[in-house]
């Protein structure tokens, strides 16, 4: 990885610490700086753990953010926590911050599509298999808690989500939010494959298909971005071999699209 003060691993970084907060915990977004950001130290982070998956991505974003940038001191990191031979869970992150307070971090980057239905979810993600309103219950119900049932001397708790809310092309973007989802959250555009001639309505005339880890912040190099209908052509080809959603950044800062099957969500969660 060639990383210059431009990359793809140094936006996503800006990405990842200044975005706004998925879910609502009156959070003051942090504001980090290119010029803070060491690209040789940030390679070399990276490089320990090259995984594709963007979760354990956006994971190792924050662990440098937090450990490289604000210089904090780790105690628990990826840590999974037993009772007896089961293992209950895990904690993200327990830290002692430059305050000299210790607090327990869950992270997570996640992804949602608004999709109204009569019984099941009413945000899926890509696989539907997972759904906002099953994570915000994890996340406040379990994951939370772990940190002080370990480590008595954790004072502050603090979920640290980012993400997009994608709505369909269809609609105007206004959904009913479970109450925990912060209004100022990112948003994006979803749709079926039935659907991608709706792709004019943005009178974008290029756009790429983002490959995994890489669905944080928009594409540095543009490069790979092809004419609409080429790239059109390219998702119809993957949906004739895989059955999996597609990720889309059109030119001139337009919404990111996810593309998904035609049978998508199925009865993933019903």
């Keep these: 990885m060639n ?3 431009n990359s ?5 970084l800006l990405w990842v610490v200044n975005s706004p907060s998925l879910v609502n ?9 290119r010029e803070q950001i060491d690209p040789i130290a940030l390679e070399s982070h990276l490089d320990v753990d090259s995984s594709s998956r963007v979760g354990r991505y956006f994971e190792r974003l924050v662990q440098f953010w937090l450990e490289h940038i604000r210089g904090v ?23 002692r911050n430059e305050s000299g307070v210790v ?12 999709c109204p239905r009569e019984s099941g979810s009413h945000f899926p993600g890509p696989n539907a298999r997972d759904n906002l309103e ?3 219950d994890k996340l406040f119900g379990q994951q939370l808690k772990l940190g002080r049932k370990v480590y008595s001397e954790v004072e502050v708790c603090r979920a640290f989500i980012r993400g997009r809310i994608h709505h369909h092309i269809s609609e105007d973007g206004v959904e009913r939010l479970p109450e925990r989802v912060s209004p100022s959250h990112l948003k994006g555009v979803w749709m079926w494959e039935r659907e991608l001639q709706w792709l004019d309505r943005f009178n974008a005339d290029r756009g790429m298909i983002l490959e995994k880890p890489n669905w944080l912040a928009r594409p540095v190099d543009d490069s790979g971005m092809v004419e609409i209908g080429a790239m059109i052509d390219q998702i119809r080809r993957h949906f004739r071999d895989w059955n999996t959603p597609v990720l889309a950044s059109l030119e001139n800062a337009l919404p ?10 199925g009865d993933a969660d019903e």
Aim: with cysteine; hydrophobic share 40%.
């Design 134 to 136: 099953a994570k915000l």
């Design 3 to 5: 990383l210059e003060l």
């Design 256 to 265: 990111a699209v996810f593309v998904v099957p035609n049978s998508w969500p």
């Design 73 to 95: 001191e780790m105690i628990a990191c990826g840590q999974q926590v037993k009772e007896g031979t089961k293992t209950i869970g895990e904690i993200d992150f327990v830290f």
């Design 8 to 12: 793809q691993a140094i936006e996503d």
């Design 25 to 33: 915990e009156n959070e003051k977004t942090p504001c980090l700086t």
């Design 103 to 114: 607090e327990h971090w869950e992270t997570a980057v996640k992804f949602y599509l608004n």
